[in-house]
C-alpha cells in the first residue's frame, strides 16, 4: 500500500513539475496568478481525491493535466515537448474509453478556433491517436478473451449497476454550479481570452464523462472535481488580470473550498465493513483466506489489505450476478431466459473455481434479501451454489460464525491452505 501510495504521489510531483514548466511561459498571467493555478492543481491532485486515492480516474486526472496546460498557453509548446505532453497523457486516456472526451473537448474547441480540421492533424493529437490505436491492437493480440467474452457479458448485464440521471444530477450539482460560475467569470471578461473556453470546455466534459458512467459514484467525480475548479480559476485569474482586481481570485478560493472542505472532513477512505468482520479471521496473519459471495465492489480489498489475508474472488465483486438475474427475472422469452442462465452458470462455475483452489477459511455471504443492483430480483449466493454437489458437500465444513449487517460470517476450522 505504501509503495502505491509512493507511487501515486512520483506521479503527481511529475505532472505538477511538467504543468509549472508549461506555466512559466505564459506572460498573459502574472508570477502570483501562476502560482495560484498551480497550487489549485495541487489541492485537485492530492486534496480532493483524497477519499478515492489511486483510482484509474484520478491516475487519468494526473496525467492529462499537463495536456490541459499545454492547450491554455497563448504561445505553443515546441513539437517535442507536446509529443512528450500528449505520449503522458496518453496512458491516463487509455484507462477509461470515456477519458477521450477531454482531449476531444479541447480539439473540438481549437477546431472551432481556427474554423478549420487542420488542428486534428497537430503532432499532440496525432500521437494520442497512433498510441491509443496500438493499444487497442496489442490488447486484441495479447488478451483476445477480454474481446472475445469480456465485453460480451458487460455489454449484457453491466446496466444493472446503473442509476437513473436525475440521481447521477444530485450528485453533480456542486460541479454545475461551479462551471456556470466559471462561465460567468468569461462572459465578464472582455479580452476574451480563447484559454477560458477551452478550460471551461475541459470541465463541462468532465461532468459529462460523470453522468455518462450513469453509476453516481465518488471517484467518477475526481476528473471533474479538478477540472471544474481549474476552469474556475484559469477564468479567474486571467479576469483579474485584465481588470487588475482582487475579487476574482477570491470567487476562485470559495470554490475550491466548496469542494475541499468536504474531502478533508471525510478524509481518507475507511471500510467500516472491514474492522467489523477483522475479528472474524483467527489465523496467522499472511496464513488467512477468504471469500466474499457479493455484488458489492467494497467488500473484498479493502478487508484483504486491513487482515493481510488472499482473496479468493478473482475480481472485486461478482458482478455477473445482478445483471443477469434481474434481467432473467424480466423476460418470458424462452431463447433469452437461456442466455442469461447460462451467464449465471458461467459466473457460478468460476466462483466455485474460486472457491476450491483457495479454500477459504471464511466466507462471507451478501445474505439481504433486496441486494444492492439486483433492482428487486430475488437470488441467493448460498441456494445457487449448493445446486452443485461438490460445493454443496464442501459447505458442510462451514459454520456460521456471526452477523455484519445483512452479510453472514462462515467459517470451517483449520488455517491449512490447499494444496497446490
Not at 28 to 49: I, K
Not at 264 to 269: A, F, K, L, S, T
Amino acid at each position: 500500500m505504501a509503495t502505491f501510495k509512493g507511487f501515486v504521489l512520483v506521479l503527481a510531483a511529475g505532472s505538477l513539475i511538467l504543468s509549472q514548466r508549461l506555466l512559466a511561459c505564459e506572460t498573459r498571467l502574472s508570477s502570483t496568478s501562476r502560482r495560484a493555478v498551480l497550487a489549485v492543481a495541487a489541492v485537485g491532485l492530492l486534496l480532493l481525491p483524497i477519499g478515492d486515492f489511486g483510482q484509474r480516474d484520478h491516475l487519468f486526472t494526473i496525467m492529462f493535466l499537463p495536456f490541459l496546460v499545454m492547450n491554455l498557453r497563448s504561445a505553443p509548446a515546441s513539437g517535442p515537448m507536446r509529443a512528450g505532453v500528449a505520449v503522458w497523457a496518453t496512458f491516463g486516456i487509455a484507462l477509461k474509453h470515456y477519458f477521450l472526451l477531454l482531449p476531444l473537448a479541447i480539439l473540438i474547441c481549437q477546431m472551432i478556433a481556427a474554423r478549420s480540421l487542420r488542428p486534428a492533424l497537430r503532432v499532440e493529437y496525432l500521437v494520442i491517436s497512433a498510441l491509443l490505436m496500438l493499444y487497442v491492437t496489442a490488447s486484441a493480440i495479447l488478451h483476445p478473451a477480454y474481446f472475445e467474452n469480456v465485453v460480451p457479458l458487460t455489454m449484457q448485464v453491466y446496466g444493472a449497476f446503473d442509476v437513473p440521471l436525475l440521481f447521477t444530477l444530485s450528485r453533480a450539482w456542486v460541479l454545475i454550479l461551479l462551471l456556470f460560475i466559471a462561465l460567468v467569470l468569461l462572459v465578464l471578461n472582455r479580452a476574451r481570452p480563447w484559454s477560458n473556453t477551452v478550460a471551461v470546455a475541459t470541465g463541462a466534459a468532465a461532468i459529462a464523462i460523470f453522468l455518462i458512467q450513469s453509476k453516481g459514484w465518488n471517484y467518477h467525480r475526481i476528473p471533474a472535481n479538478l477540472y471544474v475548479v481549474f476552469a474556475v480559476t484559469w477564468a479567474a485569474a486571467t479576469l483579474s488580470q485584465t481588470r487588475a482586481q482582487w475579487w476574482p481570485i477570491a470567487i476562485a478560493a470559495v470554490s475550491v473550498m466548496l469542494l475541499g472542505v468536504p474531502a478533508v472532513r471525510n478524509g481518507p477512505y475507511q471500510s467500516p465493513f472491514a474492522h467489523a468482520v477483522a475479528p472474524y479471521f483467527t489465523c496467522p496473519p499472511g496464513e488467512r483466506s477468504f471469500q466474499v459471495f457479493s455484488a458489492n465492489v467494497w467488500t473484498g480489498f479493502p478487508l484483504a489489505n486491513l487482515v493481510n489475508a488472499t482473496s479468493a474472488n478473482r475480481a472485486p465483486s461478482l458482478w455477473l450476478f445482478p445483471g443477469a438475474s434481474y434481467r432473467l427475472s424480466l423476460t418470458k422469452n424462452p431463447a433469452e431466459q437461456a442466455v442469461y442462465r447460462a451467464t449465471l452458470e458461467n459466473a457460478r462455475a468460476r466462483v466455485l473455481a474460486d472457491f476450491f483452489r483457495t479454500a477459504p477459511q471464511v466466507v462471507i455471504v451478501d445474505e439481504n434479501p433486496h441486494k444492492q443492483y439486483f433492482n428487486g430480483a430475488s437470488f441467493d449466493y448460498l441456494d445457487y451454489f449448493s445446486e452443485d454437489t461438490k460445493f454443496a458437500l464442501a459447505w458442510r465444513d462451514y459454520a456460521l460464525k456471526g452477523h455484519v449487517g445483512p452479510f453472514a460470517i462462515y467459517a470451517r476450522e483449520g488455517c491449512d491452505l490447499p494444496d497446490r
